[in-house]
DNA sequence: CGTCATCCTGACCGTTTGGTCAATAATTTC
DNA sequence: GAAATTATTGACCAAACGGTCAGGATGACG
C-alpha cells in the first residue's frame, strides 16, 4: 500500500511516539475531543513538530485506525477449521478478552468510532471485516451441520463475542464501578463467566 | 430533588425541544463533538435562545443524562422475583433489545459516555445503579441456590445481557454493515439469536 | 570541517466555539 | 390596554482550535 520511505531513527521514534500517544489522547476524548495540543505534550513534542511528521489531525487518526484493524482481526483468523469446535470459539473468546486487558485504548478507539458511526472506516468494515467474518460464519454452520456445535445464527454468534468481551474494556469505567475491582480484576471474573457461560451456550445436545 | 418552577407552556415547549434536539447531536457526536449551533439549528431555535432555557452546553447534557437514566434501569427493576427465573431473564433480554430498537440515540449517548470513562454519571452509577444491580445479582443467586437457573456469576449475567442487547444500537453501524440489512432488520434476528443463545446458557441441567 | 538534508520551534493566522449582553418582541396579567 | 413579565435576537467577545511559515538548530556524511 504505503511506499516505504527510508525512515531515520528520529522519524520512527517520533512516529511511534506520536501514535502512541495519539492513542491515549483519541480512545479518551473521541476525534473530536481530542486536540493536537494533547496529543503533542502526550508525545513529548511541539504542536508544529507533530504536524512535521502527520499532514494532519486526521491522518493521526486514520493512521492509527488503519494500522490497528489487522491486530484487532487476529484472533478470529487464528480459529482453526479443523480444530474441536466448541474449543475453537471458547478459545477465540479467551483470546478476545484478552486483546481487552491488553489493549483497552485500542478497543475503545474502536468503539468511540463506531459508535458515532464509523464514519472513517465504514468501507474496511464492509470489505476485508465483512469478508472474514462470513467466511467464519460459514465454518461454523459446518459445524452445526455436522452436530459438533449449537445451532445459532452464527454472524450474531461473532456479534455476542464481540460484545461480551469487548464490553470490558469500552464500558470498564461502568463495570469496575459496579464490581468495585481494581485494575484487571474484573476481567479475571469474567474469563470464569465467559468460559462457563459460552460453553453452556455452544455445547450441542446429546443426540 | 429539582425544585418545580411554574412552567409556562413555552418553556415547556422549548425545553423539550432542546433535549430532544440535543440528545440526538450528542449521541451522534459525544458532548466534545456536539457544538450548540447544532443544537440550537436542530431545535429550531437561536443559540443565545438556547442559552436562555439552559445555563450551559453542560447543563443540557446532565440534564439529558439523569433524566434517561431512570428510563434506562426500567426494565431491569420489572424483572419479577416471583415468577420463572428463564423467563424473568429472557423477557428482561427481550426488554432490553426493545430499548435499543426503540431508543438507539439514548443507548448511544449512555455509551459514548461510558467509553470516555463516564465523568458525568459516575456517582449515580456507583450509586443507585450498584444498588440495583447487586440486588439483582442477590435474587439470581438465589435461583442458582433453588437449582432453577444455571450456576454463572450473576453480575457478569447482566453484564453480559447489557452487552449483547446495546451492542445492536451502539454498533448498529457495523452490524448493518456486516449484515447488510436495513433499518430495523439486524434487531429482528437478534431477538431470535439471543432468546435461544440465553436460553441454553441459562437452563439448569436436569438434576 | 563543511555542507546539505533533516528536524524543530516561536510567532502567527483564520475559524470555530461556548457564552454574554443590551435591546427588542411577544405574552401574560390585572 | 397598560404594565410587567417572559421570550428572542443580532452583535459581540475571549478562548481554543487546527494549521502555516520563515528561520534556526541539529544531525548525517564526505
Do not use: C
Amino acid at each position: 500500500m504505503t511506499i516505504q520511505q527510508p525512515q531515520t531513527r528520529i522519524q520512527k521514534k517520533n512516529r511511534e511516539a506520536i501514535l502512541d500517544a495519539a492513542l491515549g489522547v483519541f480512545s479518551d476524548h473521541g476525534f473530536r475531543g481530542a486536540t493536537l495540543d494533547q496529543i503533542a505534550s502526550a508525545a513529548g513534542l511541539s504542536k508544529p513538530n507533530v504536524l512535521y511528521y502527520f499532514a494532519s489531525k486526521e491522518a493521526i487518526y486514520t493512521a492509527l485506525l488503519s494500522g490497528l484493524l489487522e491486530t484487532w482481526l487476529d484472533p478470529l483468523r487464528a480459529i482453526d477449521p479443523d480444530g474441536e469446535p466448541v474449543d475453537e470459539i471458547l478459545g477465540y473468546v479467551m483470546r478476545k478478552l484478552q486483546m481487552s486487558r491488553e489493549y483497552p485504548r485500542e478497543s475503545r478507539l474502536f468503539a468511540n468510532e463506531i459508535v458515532q458511526g464509523a464514519p472513517r472506516i465504514l468501507d474496511q468494515i464492509e470489505g476485508p471485516l465483512k469478508e472474514l467474518v462470513d467466511r467464519t460464519a460459514g465454518l461454523f454452520l459446518g459445524w452445526m451441520d455436522d452436530g459438533r456445535l449449537a445451532r445459532l445464527d452464527p454472524h450474531h454468534l461473532v456479534f455476542s463475542i464481540w460484545a461480551t468481551t469487548q464490553h470490558y474494556a469500552d464500558f470498564s469505567a461502568q463495570v469496575t464501578s459496579i464490581l468495585q475491582t481494581e485494575g484487571d480484576a474484573h476481567i479475571d471474573q469474567a474469563e470464569t463467566f465467559l468460559r462457563d457461560f459460552y460453553r453452556r451456550a455452544l455445547l450441542p445436545d446429546s443426540p
